[in-house]
């Protein structure tokens, strides 16, 4: 009797395990690339700055854009803090999200072009590619 009770409770939990995995498919979110570059931002005399652009590994944060437009002075390393935050692999973003509008942040430094604002709908993926660049100069 306890073998088959052992059997049974081992075959539950197997299946759960089978069951519960991670399928790695999102419904509501983001897929995307992202690409990051670094240099001088001085104005060139003439002509644009020619910018190179890698796939990016970092952190990005996905903050409420309500929040971020009120953040205080001195809140916004709170705020991305308490925001979703996503590590990314040689650019390759994919990302479950709650419905919302976000501003996207990357961890080391704060960019905030209308380029980096996205709003999510219930049950769509959106596919969206970034760059982020980080000016080293003014």
Do not use: W
């Not at 700055?49 to 390393?77: A, L, S």
């Amino acid at each position: 009797m306890k073998t088959r009770t052992i059997n049974f409770i081992f075959f539950v939990l197997c299946f759960l395990g089978i069951v519960g995995c991670n399928n790695d498919k999102i419904f509501t979110g983001i897929t995307g690339t992202i690409k990051y570059g670094h240099g001088d931002c001085m104005p060139i005399v003439g002509g644009n700055p020619v910018r190179t652009f890698t796939n990016y590994n970092g952190k990005i944060f996905f903050i409420v854009k309500d929040d971020f437009d009120h953040f205080g002075r001195g809140e916004y390393e709170k705020l991305k803090h308490n925001s979703i935050s996503v590590n990314i692999d040689n650019g390759k973003l994919s990302a479950e999200l709650p419905v919302g509008t976000y501003v996207i942040e990357p961890e080391d430094f704060y960019v905030y072009p209308e380029e980096n604002i996205i709003t999510i709908q219930s049950g769509q993926i959106i596919q969206k590619d970034f760059k982020f660049f980080e000016c080293t100069s003014y």
